[in-house]
């Protein structure tokens, strides 16, 4: 089987092996040779959850339940469970997942091995502040368990680790309350990034949820224009009748789209109809789950869009008073014109990330699609990667296919310290990438 | 049927993908459920999972169903504790490997056991109890295998049409007392009996073929092709003429 990862990114041929049950893994780990991954729904854009001669632990069919503490809001599931199957239990019942990605088409063991972060990183981190215990197998078959409170260091190995320190078989999660499945969302048009670095600002204190799209084809006076989105969950409500009325309906992408139909041009006019689309400046409404964290998981195979060659994300973070240097990133990459329509900017705040390797850090996050135009895509992110390190920022793996061992090593100079934790069974395509000198 | 009220469902078989699946949508209602599998181990990883999602009630118990005295002593307990069933789902079963099984008949014979004798001799171990309450639901794992024995798998293939048969005999006998008897018929779905195969574009999650089970039963139904197109490409290659399905090798 070739696993392919979010960006079309194919592995080699690799073996792959589906896991049902969590008491067949330490035997089939001391078994198997090899190097070893744990894959999960494979949304990771580059390499990070591919395997070059090796084998894959396919860990999407593990998705039981341990237990769930439906009045403290505590959940113990199988590291498999997705985002997706977690929300239809617990939305019900009055809680939500305190930390959640852009798509609900991941698993809960892929969340913590990225540390994932979400349109609420301002209020609680990423998703490793939320796990209370996690189960750590390693390759001599030995379980740990690990928390804040035991086996400390390999915990925050494991915590953004990428799947390195050995397979996560299941964790414990604090969830949120909520009293409905509905949130309360402003879309704000705003003008350019200054409007939007005021509004980040003014929004922090009594917003959940701030996010903004932006309109990365803009330049000059316009530049950084877009729509800021701002929400929370609404105060009162009944989250079951709530969320059973949701629509699930999806569409999908039956196949590639020709690789031209995504093109400058194509691009700046669906990024102008979006932009204007909102008349007034503030537009306020009550929406659904999926519709305000999930836009894109509407459009099943939505990466096919990209045809063929498939699509590269950008997301990188910058200290908080770099501004200047974010607004030279949009200018290069409008005049590269090689941007694409979507664009989003988010400032995290200051909370620490208990992850060793984790990405988030105070300052702003970029993150952008490109189609995979070959060496002018790497031409244009070796100037950004280097913009990036200067301003003593750095790139999120789960995102990434290109960067330079170089480029990693600056962003993550605790990286020799993972190193210990490492399982040697273990490797990922990644790792092998940004890991040699 | 009345989702307000706690429905009591029997699940034959039940660490198998589809069966745990199903089980989890009805745990999901509030039902209370009985399960019987071989592995003590994974049923009560799967007893622990049920409670979570909200199952009223779980009991387990651990039997081989290859055995006819296991499976005998196994109803006979669930009969003794259980005075109402609303759903029996027999759901064990195994594929095999046609190229061996084509060379050995106690693999055969082995085969045609678990396929057909046991779901039979617990179905004929209920079915009084179906009789006297006037009511409920035997719903079985056959397959879209059983449709037309084909060159790659006839093996299994005439074992679930063997029980597809039964069923189809079975509901017209309990017709009159009321008891809804459901042949659930899956194509290939991504389960651990599967994990070996390639994996194609028609291969269905038990996720999704859990959900039309659930959904069959409410519905009164008596044949479910899972997914749903399955119906019409079993049709089509039902309607194919010999000389043509004989050159098949699929």
Known sequence: MVATSWGRLKG???????????????????????????????????????????????????QKLRWFDTD????????????????????????????????????????????????????RGTIGRHIRELELLRSDGEARVCSPSQETELFRATIGGLGLTGVITWATLELIPI??????????????????????????????????????????????RGLFLRGNHAKEGHPAPEYAAQSQWKVSVPCDAPGW???????????????????????????????????????????????????????????????????????????SGQGSFLAVIKKFGDLPSPGLLSFPREGYTLTLDFCQLGSRSQQLFRTLDRMVIEAGGRLYP??????????????????????????????SAFWKRVSSS | MNPARVESIVIMGASSGIAMAAAQRWAAQGSRLYLVARDAQKLSDLAHDLRARGATHVEIQVADLSSEKQVEEACLHILQRWMHIDVLLLAFGILGDQQKLVHDHHLCRRL???NVSAPVQVINMFRPRFQEQRGGCIAVLSS????????????????????????????????????????????????????????????????????????????????LYTPWFWRWIMLVIKLLPGFIFNRLRF
């Not at chain 1, 617990?90 to 990225?114: Q, S, Y």
């Not at chain 1, 402003?186 to 005021?198: A, C, G, Q």
């Not at chain 2, 028609?202 to 009164?220: E, F, H, K, N, Y």
């Open chain 2, 112 to 114: 045609y056991e678990l």
């Open chain 1, 179 to 224: 009293r409905s499945a509905l949130i309360d969302m402003e879309s704000i048009k705003t003008h350019d990034l200054e409007d939007f670095f005021s509004l980040e600002d003014d929004s922090a204190e009594q917003f959940e949820y701030t996010v903004s799209w932006i309109d990365c084809m803009a330049k000059g006076a316009r530049r950084g």
């Open chain 2, 144 to 223: 879209v295998a059983g449709d037309r024995g084909r060159a790659s798998n006839y093996v299994y293939g005439s074992s679930k049409a063997a029980l597809t048969a039964y069923c189809s005999g079975l509901k017209a006998d309990l017709q009159t007392y009321g008891v809804q008897v459901l042949t659930i018929k899956p194509g290939m779905v991504a389960t651990a009996m599967t994990a070996h195969l390639p994996q194609g574009p028609l291969m269905a999650s038990p996720q999704t073929v859990a959900r039309d089970i659930v959904r069959a039963v409410d519905q009164g139904r008596s044949v």
């Open chain 1, 12 to 62: 080699q041929e690799t073996a792959s092996i589906p896991i049902f049950w969590r008491h067949e893994l330490p035997e089939l780990i001391r078994r198997v040779d090899g190097p070893l991954l744990a894959h999960g729904l494979g949304r990771s854009y580059g390499d990070s959850c591919l395997i070059e001669q090796g084998q894959l632990l396919l860990m999407s069919p593990m």
């Open chain 1, 261 to 335: 139909l995504l093109n400058p041009w194509s691009i700046r006019i669906f990024n102008e109809i979006y932009y204007h689309k909102q008349r007034r400046r503030y537009v306020t409404s009550r929406t659904a789950l999926d519709p305000f964290f999930y836009p894109l998981d509407m459009i099943l195979h939505w990466n096919r869009l990209y045809g063929k060659r498939g699509l590269l994300q950008y997301q990188c973070v910058l200290p908080p008073d770099r501004k200047d240097e974010l607004r030279q990133l949009f200018d290069v990459i409008a005049a």
């Open chain 1, 398 to 427: 789960a995102k990434d296919a290109l960067m330079s061992a170089q480029t990693f090593q600056a962003g993550y100079p605790q990286w020799q310290e993972l190193k210990r934790h490492i399982d040697p069974k273990f490797q």
């Open chain 1, 72 to 123: 403290q809001g505590v959940i113990s599931c199988e590291a498999g469970i997705s985002f997706a199957e977690l929300l239809d239990i617990v939305v019900p019942r009055g809680w939500f997942v305190p930390v959640t990605p852009g798509t609900k088409f991941v698993t809960l063991g892929g969340a913590i091995a990225n540390d994932v972060h979400g349109k609420n990183h301002h209020k």
